[in-house]
């Protein structure tokens, strides 16, 4: 479950009145920058604002077209923070001051993105790093998340069961056309069969820029 915590996304468990909240920044440096060499994590996130929830710093989106394209994090932190500031100015009515909240965390998330992307050490690929060991070998990071920072995902009942419309598209596409595809294609397929039923849009963000059209591996 997606919450507020200021301008940080966070993760609400269901102990967080005894415990507190999960911020995106104790995400990334629990379960990236910890992540031993020589493995791969994948995490499929579907919740409201989890477009950049691990804050991983390579993001890329369906348009409605199908097409995918890799986001420019700083121009789109840019452009949530505007949207949150017309929100505040034009409105100060509850709903408006929390909607601008959510777009300012997604955008905070999204500037994250651009310092992890820069760091000396490339915490998410070793190897990949003119700084970094490559004898100590890659570990790569995938995470497919239920929609935009600025977007809801929705809970859906389907064939009896309640489940994330996410989480079923997903499951949906890997049953219909297996496990050899590529991490675009299961992005784009996801798209298609979310798209029409809900509006949100899924993303696949990864911890460094590579070629993504080779088979998925989970």
Known sequence: ????????????????????????????????????????????????????????????????????????????????????????????????IGEAKQLLAGATDFFRGLRHRHEETDQYGLGHSANADAAEGPKDVYMYSGCRDDQTSADASIAGSHVGAMSWAFLECMRQKGPNQSYLQVLQSTRQILKGRYSQVPQLSVGYEQDLNYGIRI
């Open 1 to 96: 479950m997606p919450g507020g915590r200021g301008f940080s996304d966070t993760i609400v468990p269901q102990d967080f009145e005894s415990n507190g909240q999960i911020p995106s920044a104790m995400l990334h440096s629990t379960l990236v920058s910890r992540l031993p060499a020589n493995s791969s994590l994948f995490v499929v996130l579907d919740c409201c604002h989890s477009g950049s929830a691990l804050e991983l710093p390579y993001v890329y989106r369906t348009d409605e077209d199908g097409n995918v394209g890799l986001m420019d994090n700083l121009k789109t932190g840019f452009s949530l923070a505007n949207e949150a500031s017309h929100l505040i100015q034009g409105d100060y009515g509850f709903q408006s």
